[in-house]
């Protein structure tokens, strides 16, 4: 009976971390309607942070629910798409970090240093607009400027 009960509260444990890290799937027709920022910008870095915000290079560091580090990426602008008036100007580079509760390694997320890529982002802290889904490739950026063309035309 012990064996059953342990193994009843292992599946709940573990149902509930995998459905922690789940989110729900956006399209960019939903998500540039959202965004306050849409940008082309450069992968200058990209590291970890831990929960005293000192920087770690270690590529086996991974993030997640019950972890306290974050991957960050920092970008500098090269093109502003949308910008929500009513918000502050954009700095030239700044740091955007990736949703923790992600099962993530540094090194899986090394592939985008030195790449270009499109951002959609949200508020003065320039959070992401989606956890799962605000860097995209920039073969999506016309499917975006035709978007961002309807949202202002609405």
């Known amino acids: 009976m012990k064996q059953l ?6 599946q709940v444990c573990f149902a509930s971390t995998l459905q922690a890290t789940q989110i729900e ?3 960019l027709e939903e998500l540039v309607p959202e965004s306050d920022f849409i940008l082309e910008v450069f992968v200058a870095d990209v590291y970890g942070k831990d929960r005293y915000e000192t920087i770690i290079r270690n590529t086996d560091m991974e993030t997640g629910p019950s972890l306290e580090n974050r991957i960050i990426l920092n970008v500098c602008v090269k093109e502003v798409f949308y910008k929500d ?26 592939e985008y240093k030195s790449k270009e890529v499109l951002l959609l982002l949200k508020g003065e802290g320039l959070k992401f607009v989606h956890p799962g889904h605000f860097i995209w490739p920039l073969d999506k950026k016309e499917e975006i400027l035709e978007l961002i063309k309807k949202r202002d035309t609405e």
């Not at 009960?5 to 292992?10: D, Q, Y």
């Not at 949703?99 to 899986?108: A, I």
Request: proline content about 3%.
């Open 5 to 10: 009960a342990f193994a009843l509260l292992v």
């Open 25 to 27: 799937s956006k399209s």
């Open 85 to 110: 008036k009513s918000i502050d100007d954009i700095p030239s580079c700044f740091e955007v970090s990736l949703w923790k509760r992600w099962h993530l390694s540094l090194g899986s997320m090394l």
